[in-house]
């Protein structure tokens, strides 16, 4: 079992839309959490951190359930731009980051 | 403001070969890695490290090595490659120790062993 499971995808949905993503992670002592972005044949870049209280960047929103071990983002209104792959990633302390294998979405016109 | 830069971009090379590839930061960051990204897989960490003349092994090390002599250069070499090591590979780096740090990434340098 990884230790970062993300559902693969791929997403197909149309402009407007609002679309979830979901992740679990299995090491409980797992102390930090983001999601990082990545277009194709490009690196991935930081998206946003992830706390436990819930956190929103405009139409992005990130949640943590620690009890549960599960993260998700959600985003609203999609955009043609928001098609790229999105990757869960933790920390579980020192520089133990470990990344999810991603979801990939594909917004319509 | 170049950030993280990566080269080669591509390269191909025959089973057996050795070659090096280069990583510079220009933001005085103490934390460096690689990592290599394969399809159905998360990125995986090769090597750290956490400052000049300090390095060390992550996930999947063998085959490689690592120095680091300056802030600003962390090369990963390949000793002896074989086609399993082809891949894309990603050098990355952060400020710091937090373990809440962003990590900045190079474009990525795509390696493929014949």
């Known amino acids: 079992r990884k230790e970062v499971e993300q559902d693969p995808g791929p997403f197909n949905v149309p402009e407007g839309a609002t679309v979830a993503f979901n992740c679990t992670y299995s090491n409980s002592a797992s102390q930090s959490f983001f999601w990082y972005r990545q277009d194709c044949r490009k690196e991935p870049k930081l998206l946003m951190s992830v706390y436990s209280s819930g956190n929103e960047d405009g139409r992005f929103t990130a949640q943590l359930n620690r009890a549960s071990q599960y993260i998700s983002l959600l985003i609203r209104d999609s955009k043609l731009s928001d098609s790229a792959t999105y990757l869960c990633?933790?920390?579980?302390?020192?520089?133990?980051?470990?990344f999810g294998a991603g979801t990939r979405l594909f917004v319509k016109a | 403001n170049a950030g993280v830069t990566q080269t080669p971009k591509f390269q191909v090379l025959k089973t057996g070969q050795s070659m090096t590839l280069q990583c510079a930061q220009d933001m005085n960051h103490e934390y460096m890695s690689w990592y290599r990204q394969d399809p159905g897989m998360g990125l995986r960490l090769i090597h750290y490290s956490v400052g000049a003349g300090i390095t060390d092994q992550g996930e999947v090390p063998n085959g490689y090595n690592v120095s680091r002599s300056t802030t600003e250069d962390f090369p990963l070499r390949l000793l002896s490659a074989a086609p399993s090591q082809t891949s894309v590979y990603f050098c990355a780096s952060s400020y710091g120790h937090s373990n809440t740090g962003e990590l900045f990434f190079g474009e990525g340098s795509r390696l493929t062993v014949l």
């Open positions: 990633v933790v920390n579980r302390g020192g520089f133990k980051t470990i």
